[in-house]
Structure formats: C-alpha cells, structure tokens
C-alpha cells in the first residue's frame, strides 16, 4: 500500500497539450487533473491515441505542457529551464521504456553505471553489479545490448531505471516488446523493485492483468480521463 503522507509525490493541474496538425490544432491531452502519493502504484490506460505516453512524457518533465502546472514533490517543473529539468530528475526520477533505450554501444554493467555517474553516486561501480545481480544478470555485466535476448535488455533497463534509487518511475508499456511469459517474468521483477525500493509508479499499458496489479487505474480516452477504478 501506499504510504501516507500530505504532499502527493506528482500532481498534475489542468494540463493541457495541444500540438499543431497543418492547419488544425489537436488536443493531446486534456485537461487532467492527478495526484499520486508517495509510494503508490498508478496504471495508465486507454485506447491508442488517448495520450497515454504523452501524459507520462509531461509528468516527467520530458515534454512541456501547452496550459496547467506539473509538481514533482510540491515543486513547479514546467517552467524550469532543460538544466534544472536534468539536476531535477538526476537520481530523482527513473524510465523504463518499452523499446528499452539501452545505448548499443556500452555493455550492461556501462549502462547501468553511466546514471550513477552523472548523479555522482558513490562508489558507482559496485551499485552497478549490486544491480545487475538483483536482476540475474551478474553473469553478463559485459555483454553488450545486441548480445542480450530482449528480457535481458528490459531486466537491465531496470536495473539502470532503480539504479540511483529514484523516488519515482516512469514505465510506458515496458513488457510491449516481449512475449507473454518474458513479459510476466520482467513484469514480477518490476514489481519486487518497486516494492523493495518503495519507488512511487506511473505505469502505462494496454494489458488489464498488468494494470490489476496497480492501487489505482486511469482511464484515459481523447486525452481526458474518463474515469479512475
């Protein structure tokens, strides 16, 4: 269960995104007002179109919202420069990608050290093969991504995703790619990080067993949300 606290984690107010089409103008998201307490676990779901990783890009300050306010632990982002939008989600914020986004040309333990490094963690190395252990992959630390079938690659984007120990995630459709018995295991491993880590959880799917596992299900239809369960 979540745990209790008076300041949400992630608040969203009103909104917005709209993007230009030639001459119209469409409406990505709208609207949304959310919050999410510490610790809690949010599935994100909706028909293709309905502006469910565009919502998960403007939560974490990876897109700009055309109206409305984004507060990471009470804190205003949208206004804040690329910069203060980097320091701000170093170590803070982790992503976990349905295409995994695993740099071709380092090996899994380089990965999964590069963010620890940036944040300036110490001992950045051993975090790193503490890591890829608690995800099975000791054994492969120096394997590069081309080498690792497609559960390796998404078990080691989560281990460089929980890596500094962020205090929110962001997964948009991280089990996509995979077939449906890698994708429970990925899927079980995610949910022991989450729970082990205490890591609050914004979870985009199409899968209704995924999103059973949440605390609470968004519903997301034209870029409105069309109800919570």
């Known amino acids: 269960?979540?745990?209790?606290?008076?300041?949400?984690?992630?608040?969203?107010?009103?909104?917005?995104?709209?993007?230009?089409?030639?001459?119209?103008?469409?409406?990505?998201?709208?609207?949304?007002?959310?919050?999410?307490?510490?610790?809690?676990?949010l599935a994100i779901l909706g028909p293709s179109g309905s502006g469910k990783s565009t919502l998960l890009g403007l939560a974490a300050g990876l897109d700009r919202p055309t109206a409305g306010e984004v507060r990471i632990d009470g804190r205003p982002i949208q206004d804040l420069s690329e910069g203060e939008l980097a320091r701000l989600r170093r170590g803070r914020v982790g992503f976990v990608f349905q295409s995994f986004q695993l740099l071709a040309n380092l090996t899994a333990l380089e990965n999964v050290l590069l963010p620890l490094e940036l944040a300036g963690t110490s001992a950045p190395l051993e975090r790193a093969r503490r890591m890829l252990a608690e995800v099975g992959l000791a054994e492969r630390e120096h394997h590069y991504p081309a080498q690792l079938s497609g559960g390796e690659q998404q078990r080691v984007a989560l281990a460089r995703a929980f890596a500094t120990g962020p205090d929110l995630l962001l997964a948009d459709e991280p089990t996509g790619n995979l077939d449906g018995a890698t994708g429970a295991r990925v899927l079980e491993l995610l949910a022991r990080l989450r729970r082990e880590h205490g890591t609050t959880m914004l979870l985009v799917t199409h899968d209704p067993e995924v999103a059973a596992r949440a605390d609470r299900r968004i519903h997301l239809r034209d870029g409105r949300i069309e109800r919570v369960s």
Do not use: Y
């Open 1 to 41: 269960m979540p745990a209790e606290s008076t300041t949400p984690r992630l608040e969203l107010h009103q909104v917005t995104k709209r993007l230009r089409s030639g001459e119209r103008e469409l409406v990505v998201v709208d609207a949304v007002d959310l919050a999410v307490v510490p610790g809690e676990f």
